[in-house]
Nanobody
């Protein structure tokens, strides 16, 4: 059974940094893309960043230049480094991957940016 477990969320002041991790079990991530989504209160879940098996990345416009997605296939883990955080980045962040057209989600980790 494929499982994803996020960690690393928390409370940070504007301008601060946080690093999120997503550990995957039940499958190797070596040949699959990994995504990070977020959902703020009252808003739809949105795609924040994607990394392909070859390491190509793509970002939502509002996080370009501030967030970095990466992967460590040996550790079966994906990461999201978030710098220069803003209050509007406050949300629950979810890790996602797909295998054979089935979506797998983590439980989410809360990120709160506030002074």
């Amino acid at each position: 059974q494929v499982q994803l477990v996020e960690s690393g969320g928390g409370l940070v002041q504007p301008g601060g940094s946080l690093g999120l991790s997503c550990v995957v079990s039940g499958t190797s991530i070596r040949a699959i893309a990994m995504d990070w989504y977020r959902q703020a209160p009252g808003k739809e879940r949105e795609l924040v960043a994607t990394i392909t098996p070859s390491g190509m990345t793509n970002y939502e416009d509002s996080v370009k230049g501030r967030f970095t997605i990466s992967r460590d296939n040996a550790r079966n883990t994906a990461y999201l480094q978030m710098n220069n955080l803003k209050p509007e980045d406050t949300a629950v962040y979810y890790c996602n991957t797909k295998r054979f057209n089935v979506d797998y989600w983590g439980q989410g980790t809360q990120v709160t940016v506030s002074s």
